[in-house]
């Protein structure tokens, strides 16, 4: 199995631009969440998918941040406008379905100028 | 709402050494458990969890963890650490009234000397 993929693994954009994350689960997982990763935060669950519906989106920081996971597949986390303080690695993970493993995708480094 | 506290923020130790890192939860009710390693530049990885049965857990690489319920702490352990070993270590909790979502743990990195 390739694992969790994503892409682009490094962004850089400048601010106000508009930024899309992709994320592919591993095939079979039901579950998927998004996080992100700072020195100063730790890492953060954003936003949480059971079977392709949000479930959780309490981490979502603010309006610029949404996430979609039109199908099993595949999910995206966009940000628009993006800000500085936006940078940081996000992460992908999923699993068969809470509370089982989490599988983690490499990450994606966003940097916003 | 459940947290997961690690105490020891960075922790430098030498080959051979032995390592053990603190992880203490609050919550009162079931839980399950887990640590996870990140090494430098790379995604998180588990090393070892805890649903059920015997509170001390076998992991990879040596790796070992025991859960003591009457202290709501699940304490990595490795009785002799290699250089390979430097990484960022996560502790992580699931619990049923957080819909057993993973909460993790603020991180301790271990740098491993030569």
């Known amino acids: 199995d390739a694992g969790v993929i994503q892409s682009p693994r490094h962004e850089v954009t400048e601010m106000g631009q508009e930024v899309t994350l992709r994320c592919k689960p591993i095939?079979?997982?039901?579950?998927l969440f998004w996080y992100r990763q700072t020195m100063m935060r730790g890492l953060e669950l954003l936003i949480y998918?059971?079977?392709?519906?949000?479930?959780?989106d309490s981490g979502m920081p603010e309006d610029r941040f949404s996430a979609k996971m039109p199908n099993a597949s595949f999910s995206t986390l966009k940000i628009q406008p993006s800000e500085p303080r936006d940078s940081a690695v996000y992460f992908c993970?999923?699993?068969?379905?809470?509370?089982?493993?989490?599988?983690f995708g490499p990450g994606t480094r966003l940097t916003v100028l | 709402a459940q947290s997961v506290s690690q105490h020891n923020h960075h922790v430098i130790l030498s080959e051979a050494a032995s390592l053990e890192l603190g992880c203490n939860y609050s919550?009162?009710?079931?839980?399950?458990l887990f640590w996870y390693v990140q090494y430098p530049g790379q995604h998180l990885q588990l090393l070892l969890k805890?649903?059920?049965?015997?509170?001390l857990v076998k992991g990879i690489k040596g790796f070992e963890a025991e859960f003591i319920k009457s202290k709501f702490s699940f304490n990595l352990r490795k009785p002799s650490v290699q250089w390979s070993d430097t990484a960022e270590y996560f502790c992580a909790v699931a619990t049923h009234n957080a819909g057993n979502m993973l909460t993790f743990g603020g991180g301790t990195r271990l740098m491993v000397k030569p």
């Open positions: 805890y649903f059920s049965g015997d509170p």
């Open positions: 095939s079979g997982h039901n579950s």
């Open positions: 993970a999923s699993s068969l379905r809470p509370p089982d493993t989490q599988y």
């Open positions: 919550y009162g009710g079931t839980v399950n």
């Open positions: 998918f059971n079977n392709n519906v949000p479930i959780d």
